[in-house]
């Protein structure tokens, strides 16, 4: 099992900038963050290996960046440019097998979640 914690969400308005960290319980080979609006699926935002070979979802490409720690045990998001469409509850989430997918479905471990809400 692996316990994963995220923290700083929060409110912005559009075009400012927020960065998201999660701390893991132990190392994992994948990390990740995706999100969730009200009444919509959960979507990939950015994926991370061991490698620190990094996916990003076409929505955020340019303006997210994603990035873990030397342990490899904490993660970061850095969002910058937002905007109110990137509103949405944020999850940290983990997988020990390799990073091939942005799907929900294929990650086993997830955190609570952190609120961004981006105003326009």
């Known amino acids: 099992q692996v316990q994963l914690v995220e923290s700083g969400g929060g409110s912005v308005q559009a075009g400012g900038s927020l960065r998201l960290s999660c701390a893991a319980s132990?190392?994992?080979?994948?990390m990740g963050w995706f999100r969730q609006a009200p009444g919509k699926e959960r979507e990939g935002v950015a994926i991370?290996?061991?490698?620190?070979?990094?996916r990003y979802a076409d929505s955020v490409t340019g303006r997210f960046t994603i990035s873990r720690d030397n342990a490899k045990t904490t993660l970061f998001l850095q969002m910058n440019s937002l905007k109110p469409e990137d509103t949405a509850m944020y999850y940290c989430?983990?997988?020990?097998?390799?990073?091939?997918?942005?799907?929900?479905?294929?990650?086993?471990?997830w955190g609570q979640g952190t609120q961004v809400t981006v105003s326009s």
């Open positions: 989430a983990a997988r020990d097998v390799p990073c091939d997918t942005l799907s929900a479905g294929a990650f086993s471990y």
């Open positions: 132990r190392y994992t080979y994948c």
């Open positions: 991370i290996d061991n490698y620190r070979r990094a």
